[in-house]
């Protein structure tokens, strides 16, 4: 899935799309919001759209699929991506995992039916399991590619040392793993510098993750890539010192590079060797639309560039 010749591509996030959590129903407005995004996205490019069975309660992909079946032809134009294994308000508990084979069979299928469409180009195991046996997953991935309706295998929110243990008895590659990552959530760049020094244990971010996948060509999906608009559109009252200059650091390589805050917040993601994929989940089509130069940011951004919104994004200077 990656580009080995450049940076990663953009990805569309549907978690926005489909109303409210709760178990209303949507309506003609929530599945013309979804026509407006997807062509929003589509003008720039993009052709990835990423689901997962939760999003909005089902209706993420439910507003997702009418679009689909009233647009003729849609379907084979672009590249649909969706998750399991994230269980919401069930048995009561309020969240747990399931990636048994039973579950995963389930969840696809009702996935599928959702979207109007008999297959996706990619599913993604949401989060790690610990009841989960692999054997299983292999199992149910295995007989869901024998009946086309997956054709790709990912996972979401995993280290190197998971990926590994799912590959060595999965006989189809894993292709990408969908991570938080951005300049705000910069934890997957720090815990790569901060090896024998005493500021790394302030990091969650399981090291190794990153050159893992680089190693083994999984594409790194990047979400919550825009900071939720942390930097480029919060009001200046709201943000810590650290996060005001970095907004003003943003609105002046935008102004440099003759773009937008946005194209030079993603493309700043996207220059690193991993080649990552920001995901993008704006609803807005004209914050969709200022996304439109990020590749190109990616390549025209200098070491200095890079480093310097990286050490004012982290409030001080590097060891």
């Known amino acids: 899935m990656t580009n080995a010749n450049g940076p990663g591509r953009l990805i569309y996030g549907c978690m926005g799309l489909g109303g409210p959590w709760d178990g209303t129903t949507y309506g003609t407005s929530e599945i013309d919001q979804a026509a407006a995004v997807i062509e929003s996205a589509r003008g720039i490019g993009i052709g990835l759209f990423d689901h997962a069975d939760i999003y909005r309660s089902g209706k993420s992909e439910a507003v997702f699929g009418e679009v689909l079946a009233r647009s ?18 069930e048995r009561g508990l309020q969240t747990h995992y399931d990636l048994s084979r039973d579950a995963i069979l389930e969840r696809v299928t ?8 008999d297959y996706v180009d990619v599913l993604l195991l949401h989060r790690p399991d610990p009841l989960t046996d692999a054997r299983e997953v292999a199992d149910a991935v295995g007989q869901l590619m024998a009946e086309g309706k997956v054709r790709q295998l990912g996972v979401s929110n ?7 243990y799912l590959q060595d008895v999965l006989e189809t590659p894993i292709v990408a793993n969908q991570l938080e990552m951005s300049l705000l959530r910069s934890d997957w760049l720090e815990s790569t510098v901060l090896v024998n020094h005493p500021g790394d244990s302030g990091y969650s971010f399981p090291h190794g993750t990153l050159e893992h996948c680089m190693a083994n060509g999984i594409e790194l999906q990047a979400y919550g890539s825009l900071a939720q608009g942390r930097y480029t559109g919060a009001k200046s009252g709201e943000l810590s010192p650290a996060e005001s200059a970095t907004a003003t650091m943003l609105e002046q390589l935008a102004g440099a590079h003759g773009t937008t805050p946005e194209a030079v917040l993603l493309g700043w993601l996207m220059k690193h060797p991993a080649r990552i994929s920001p995901v993008v989940g704006t609803t807005s089509p004209a914050r969709i639309a200022a996304c439109a130069d990020a590749a190109v940011v990616a390549k025209d951004m200098t070491r200095a560039e890079w480093y310097g919104l990286w050490v004012t994004a982290r409030g001080h200077n590097l060891p």
């Open 110 to 117: 009702e996935s599928l039916k959702r979207l109007q469409t």
């Open 158 to 164: 995993m280290s190197g040392a998971q990926i590994a």
């Open 72 to 89: 003729q032809g849609l379907r084979e134009e672009i590249t649909l991506q969706t998750k399991c294994g994230i269980r919401l308000g």
